[in-house]
C-alpha cells in the first residue's frame, strides 16, 4: 500500500473483523461523516502509550474469553 488510508481501506473492505486506528502526524486525512473511514479511531503521532491504551482497552477486553 502506498499510505496508511489505502490500507485501511483495503483493510475494512477485505478484512472487515480486523480492527484498524489510523494514526497521522498532520491529521489531514479526511474522510466523510458516517462513512466506514469517518468512523475509525484517529490518534495524532507522536502519541501518548495512554492514549494508545485507552483506544485498545475494549478491544482487548472483548477479545478475552469470559471477560
Same mark, same amino acid.
Given at each position: 500500500?502506498?499510505?496508511?488510508?489505502?490500507?485501511?481501506?483495503?483493510?475494512?473492505?477485505?478484512?472487515?473483523?480486523?480492527?484498524?486506528?489510523?494514526?497521522?502526524?498532520? #491529521?489531514?486525512?479526511?474522510?466523510? =461523516?458516517? %462513512?466506514?473511514? /469517518? &468512523?475509525?479511531?484517529?490518534?495524532?503521532?507522536?502519541?501518548?502509550?495512554?492514549?494508545?491504551?485507552? #483506544?485498545?482497552?475494549?478491544?482487548? =477486553?472483548? %477479545?478475552?474469553? /469470559? &471477560?
Amino acid at each position: 500500500m502506498s499510505d496508511g488510508s489505502a490500507l485501511a481501506r483495503w483493510v475494512t473492505a477485505n478484512q472487515p473483523r480486523t480492527r484498524v486506528i489510523l494514526t497521522s502526524k498532520t #491529521l489531514t486525512h479526511w474522510f466523510p =461523516v458516517g %462513512s466506514v473511514m /469517518g &468512523a475509525l479511531p484517529l490518534i495524532r503521532k507522536p502519541f501518548k502509550p495512554e492514549d494508545l491504551d485507552r #483506544l485498545l482497552a475494549p478491544v482487548v =477486553v472483548a %477479545s478475552i474469553p /469470559g &471477560a
